[in-house]
C-alpha cells in the first residue's frame, strides 16, 4: 500500500474551494464540520450512514454527537495532516446530508 501524503497548501486550498461548508483547522491541519439535526434520531442516523462509509474507506472521523448536533473533524494522522483521504470523505458526508 502506497504512502498517504498530505495535501500541499495549493491542492488544500483547491479542495476547500469545494467543500464550502467545512473549516479549515490550521493547528490541527484538519477541516472542521457543524451540522444541526431535528432531533437525536436524526442525528445518530447521518452517523450511522457516515460510520458505514468510514468503515468501508478505512478512514474515520473524529467526531462527536451531543442530542441533535454532529461536530466532525477530518485529518490523516499516517500523513500528519490533511489528505485527499479527508477530502474524499467530507463530500461523501456533504453527498448523504444533499449538499
Known sequence: MAAI????EAERAD?????PEWDYDDARDAITRTIVFTDFAEAFGF?????LLA????????WSN???RVEILLTTHDAGGLSERDIELATAIDAILGG
Request: aromatic fraction near 4%; hydrophobic fraction near 40%.
Open 5 to 8: 501524503e498530505q495535501l500541499s
Open 15 to 19: 479542495a476547500l474551494d469545494g467543500l
Open 47 to 51: 452517523m450511522t450512514q457516515v460510520a
Open 55 to 62: 468503515e468501508r474507506a478505512d478512514h474515520h472521523p473524529e
Open 66 to 68: 451531543v442530542w441533535n
